[in-house]
């Protein structure tokens, strides 16, 4: 006796329903040619996830009901268990939906709601209750959603599901990434298994939304925990797991070749960056983009990775010279071109900022000249890639790090402006080892070894360097990290050995540039917490931590 | 035997724990001064409201518990009353102390969290379990806080204080403002009075953060549920009540002149609008503003609100005319400046706007003229105004109403650039009730008749007005209304008769706009439903309404 399971890692696009379960069809399709006895898909794919506020419109609620219930008129055999958003009574459940006869056999509600980080489940969602038992074959499954196995307590719901006979626990989930998670998962799910004596089958969503990227790599443990399945990363995949009665033992079992490798943390977080900003680019509806090259290393893996998503007919580089421009700036702006492919437009700025000082001559005469001119060449720069972006329908990538987003070294409306900020949560020290990356990756120096090796500069006054605002990034990412990811308060930091002034500094730099974060485009979050929906600081706040 | 409470409303700065400490006593000693036996404080009055993700920082959560016991050491009698952030363990409530005696005599926690609109209370506290029953001088009196009294069920906290004893209920809240919202507070605790046959005090924050601003209001209802007190709104004030003893009944009265006069709507909403604005600014740390005068009536109401919260030193309006602005914008923008008597900067932006043409000549040629133009002139004056922010350390206040935001009919780094986003909130059909206010309130002509008699035009090319682009205001209001503030769908929309394929139009320019929201300044929330943290919308969704 044994029960075919189909893990189905799909990548879903929120609000489209017709799209979703197009694919949903499809993949549903393809396990029932390999056998499946049930296609399992994961959390929300229905609508997509996090749908946010769309979950409090009556039409949409009722739009994911239909849909499902058309998607149920064309499952027969295999069944089908896909997440939706429920709408039942005047409450909203995340749920999950088995599906078989034609019909919507039964629903399960997800019971523990996350409403930290990222996500306010709260916000939209009541609680279940029930108890998430399934027969199928004479099996008896589990089915849980998420943060449903993550609860800690006696009250996880798996550890029931268990106690009531379940051999195998299904989770569906939609988890998003940021480096190193897969081990988190990893550790977690094997300590449940040893915890329930069940196999576990974990299904997770993979794609981009908005600042979130799922890394798909669904997988299955079996009842000692050991692992029996993995889904690629960042793609969508199909996969499929037995569970077998043998001399009165339930086994889970996966197939020939069911675990695909994991790629070392580097690569990853390349690939996470690379689905991030594709999804956010494609599914907006725009298929080029368009960048400005400051002959530094953000905006060359910035490009790097725009040119490895869409492909080098898809990115056009700018390069916008300023008196203040090196002979390198312009000929490593050159090279980065050249090796990846891509066009270069060149605009000198100093016509344009000539004309902007002498129509303020009037009002900024016999005053110093300050920060206003360094800001005014960015917002130049800003104002000529979004006129490049009107006209040639390209969307506009931002090149900032985590490093300069976190102190506020950035001018708003100049290199902040644009549709999406492909590294903003990646540290300077980790652009730096991603660029190495890439270059190792092509077998060739893609990002000229010149761009890596000189000192960061704005080159926005004579002789800028980063170093005389910014103590070493290698320093400051600590800070940051310390600070921002690990919300250390300043007596703790100074603990961690950290230089009371210097420290004293950068917090204040932090905390007075939430303004221009609130005004950035989205990026991709990679880190444990980014900034965005998962840190939401006040922008009035006078709270001082020193 | 009576019981004197001073009813203590406060405008408290988040994070500033200091300054806010120093205030709740400055007004103790008032009360103390009055013969007060009781000073009932706002929530979170202690540490401002909202803290949002300060909450998640332990150094901050701590320095909440000592500045409050530091506040505690300074009362002896009277009692006082305040709401702060309490970390309990590895948990946090939002709670209310009554110290007395140099003492922490007892903490409540608000038991009902609101995760809805624009809280998102479960992120941060647990909810509380205990009565909330104090007794002072003989009486006993039931504590809740906010949106504790707002819950309808038979678990309403106040229903049990009531049967517990209490004849007089206290809500300590933090309630934002909108259009209307005393009503619905009124009308509330009205029901609540009758219910529990208490007497009600509700004491209020107020103040503006960031989108937010309370507009005090604070108020008093007798066990019969008629008005004895209300303070004053959107201003600090301090009051008082006296719970009675007469025969055996106990009774709660107001002093002479204890119940301010409510204002009309309009001049409401116009006081939201300042004390939003000039708090953001101030709290912030500038003390001027500079704005963008486009002859219009945005822009007019603009810096006529400006005006009237910072003095007419501290607003510089700048007029940017291209080959398009009519004579007529240059005449009533000088107008206008006039009539605030403010300073008017004259900044013609052609010979800027053919720089960037010529430079651009080389990519855009063969291609026709297009948005790219209009936009970039649009940028140019986003970018002088940012100049003269940072030369002259002005705050860049922007003025797109609530119907170009809905619709997206501005420029992202264009008009939307700046620091605060005054109107962002008001509907054009209410920027003209606003402006006829401001003149009638006046008693004379501050904004020019010809300003609000013209059709308003972005002026960026030969002829052009909002009405080629938009529906007539009116209408287009409405459809925000229905479609934003009410979440319809588009079959609930027709329903209201409004014609479907204009309603498909602007629905989608609604929905496709996100992006340029989500990279706009904050304004003041006067709708019951704003942009912002109280409409989380992605802005990647391929939810089609129709």
């Given at each position: 006796m044994s029960l075919n399971i189909s893990v189905c890692q799909i990548n879903a696009t929120v609000g489209d329903l017709e799209a979703n379960s197009r694919k949903i069809l499809f993949f549903y399709e393809q396990a029932a040619r390999t056998g499946a006895d049930l296609a399992v898909f994961s959390e929300c794919c229905l609508c997509g996830y996090p749908p946010e506020d769309l979950l409090l419109r009556k039409s949409f609620l009722k739009s994911n009901l239909e849909t499902l219930r058309e998607v149920a008129q064309k499952v027969r055999m295999p069944y089908a268990l896909i997440g939706f958003a429920y709408p039942k009574g005047d409450k909203v459940y995340n749920a999950c939906a088995l599906l078989g006869n034609r019909k919507i056999l039964s629903i399960y509600n997800k019971r523990d709601l996350p409403n930290y980080g990222v996500f306010d489940e709260k916000r939209y969602f009541s609680p279940g209750t029930s108890l998430g038992l399934l027969k199928i074959k004479g099996y008896k499954i589990g089915i849980s959603i998420c943060e449903d196995i993550w609860n800690?307590?006696?009250?996880n719901i798996c550890l029931k599901q268990a106690k009531s006979g379940a051999r195998l626990l299904i989770n569906v989930s939609a988890s998003p990434y940021h480096g190193g998670k897969f081990k988190v998962r990893y550790d977690l799910l094997r300590k449940r298994a040893r915890q329930t004596r069940s196999a576990i089958l974990y299904v997770n969503l993979v794609g981009g939304q908005d600042e979130l990227v799922f890394d798909g790599k669904s997988f299955a443990l079996n009842s000692q925990g050991a692992l029996i399945l993995r889904a690629k990363s960042f793609e969508e995949d199909i996969k499929w797991v037995q569970l077998q009665t043998m001399k009165g033992t339930v086994k889970l079992v996966g197939g020939p070749n069911s675990i695909e490798p994991l790629t070392e943390e580097i690569e990853d977080i390349y690939r996470a960056l690379k689905l991030g900003t594709k999804d956010y680019i494609e599914k907006n509806g725009f298929d080029r983009v368009v960048i400005g090259i400051s002959g530094g290393i953000d905006s060359a893996l910035t490009a790097a990775i725009a040119t490895d998503a869409f492909?080098?007919?898809k990115v056009l580089g700018v390069t916008m010279p300023s008196p203040y421009t090196s002979k390198q700036t312009l000929d490593d702006s050159k090279k980065l071109c050249e090796n990846l492919g891509i066009e270069l437009f060149t605009i000198p700025i100093h016509p344009i900022f000539d004309s902007y000082l002498k129509s303020l001559e009037p009002i900024f005469m016999g005053k110093e000249r300050d920060i206003t001119e360094e800001n005014l060449q960015s917002r130049i720069r800003g104002t000529l890639l979004m006129a490049l972006s009107n006209k040639l329908s390209a969307l506009v990538l931002t090149t900032g790090n985590k490093s300069e987003v976190s102190v506020g070294y950035s001018t708003l409306y100049g290199d902040?402006?644009?549709?999406?900020?492909?590294?903003?949560?990646?540290?300077k020290t980790l652009v730096y080892r991603l660029s190495n990356y890439v270059n190792k990756k092509a077998g060739r120096?893609?990002?000229?070894q010149s761009i890596m090796d000189r000192p960061p500069t704005?080159?926005?006054?004579?002789?800028?360097?980063?170093q005389d605002t910014l103590p070493p990034y290698d320093l400051l990412d600590q800070m940051i990290e310390s600070y921002?990811?690990?919300?250390?308060?300043i007596e703790s930091l100074k603990r961690e050995g950290f230089d009371p002034t210097l420290l004293k500094k950068i917090i204040r730099m932090i905390d007075l540039s939430e303004y221009k974060r609130r005004q950035s485009p989205p990026g991709v979050k990679i880190t444990p917490k980014a900034f965005g929906r998962d840190r939401r600081m006040p922008i009035t706040s006078r709270y001082k931590e020193a």
């Open positions: 800690e307590s006696a009250e492909g080098k007919e902040t402006a644009g549709g999406f900020a492909v590294i903003k949560d990646v540290p120096e893609l990002i000229p704005a080159e926005l006054k004579e002789n800028q360097l980063d921002v990811e690990l919300d250390q308060g």
